[in-house]
T-cell receptor, first 116, second 115 residues
Framework: GNSVTQMEGPVTLSEEAFLTINCTYT??????LFWYVQYPGEGLQLLLK?????DKGSNKGFEATYRKETTSFHLEKGSVQVSDSAVYFC???????????????FGKGTKLSVIP | DAEITQSPRHKITETGRQVTLACHQT?????MFWYRQDLGHGLRLIHY???????NKGEVSDGYSVSRSNTEDLPLTLESAASSQTSVYFC??????????????FGNGTRLTVT
């Protein structure tokens, strides 16, 4: 079946540090890949996505590139801010169509804390 | 603005009681989902629906049921609450199908405690 593996947290960084959160996946074909962010007390929000190999998703200074050869979708940001403190989830949606293909499979989440 | 609303935000109930968590979306999305979030497990799919009168079991459906009588609502029922169902529950929705599928929109969650 499909699965997503994220690096274990929590991750604590100083403001303006470089961020990488690793994400690898197992799936057949070419799934769509997502990063969601969850701020305290809130639901998940889509951060960025990529739907085919070599696509780069980007938003709010975050980037992730769909690497089919390494089955990875690592999240990066060049300079984190305190406001980036949240839990980050990597997720995939299966490539096949039909029943059961519209839901997302999530990783376990990585908690990021950015200190001033 | 369109939104997805969950209620209540917090609920405490006793073992064995029936509990219903509400989810209402004004996006007019055809696809709706229920997830539970637990430390160390991330989000796991409970049930989902692709339209009115359609419901399907997810990864962790035992002890839960849903019904879809209209586009806007997908209530989640715990038939006989158990302590193992203490969790944070998220409802989500999306529209379209195939390559036209939109990303998921999430509600703010319901924190359920079963004592």
């Amino acid at each position: 079946g499909n699965s997503v593996t994220q690096m274990e947290g929590p991750v604590t960084l100083s403001e303006e540090a470089f961020l990488t959160i690793n994400c690898t996946y197992t799936a057949t074909g070419y799934p769509s890949l997502f990063w969601y962010v969850q701020y305290p007390g809130e639901g998940l929000q889509l951060l960025l996505k990529a739907t085919k190999a070599d696509d780069k998703g980007s938003n709010k200074g975050f980037e992730a590139t769909y690497r089919k050869e390494t089955t990875s979708f690592h999240l990066e940001k060049g300079s984190v801010q305190v406001s980036d403190s949240a839990v980050y989830f990597c997720a995939l949606r299966a490539a096949y169509s039909g029943a059961g293909s519209y839901q997302l499979t999530f990783g376990k989440g990585t908690k990021l804390s950015v200190i001033p | 603005d369109a939104e997805i609303t969950q209620s209540p935000r917090h609920k405490i109930t006793e073992t064995g009681r029936q509990v219903t968590l509400a989810c209402h979306q004004t996006w007019n999305h055809n696809n709706m989902f229920w997830y539970r979030q637990d430390l160390g497990h991330g989000l796991r799919l409970i049930h989902y629906s692709y339209g009115v009168q359609d419901t399907n079991k997810g990864e962790v459906s035992d002890g839960y049921s849903v019904s879809r009588s209209n586009t806007e609502d997908l209530p989640l029922t715990l038939e006989s609450a158990a302590s193992s169902q203490t969790s944070v529950y998220f409802c989500a929705s999306s529209e379209g199908s195939g390559q036209g599928l939109s990303p998921l929109h999430f509600g703010n969650g319901t924190r359920l405690t079963v004592t």
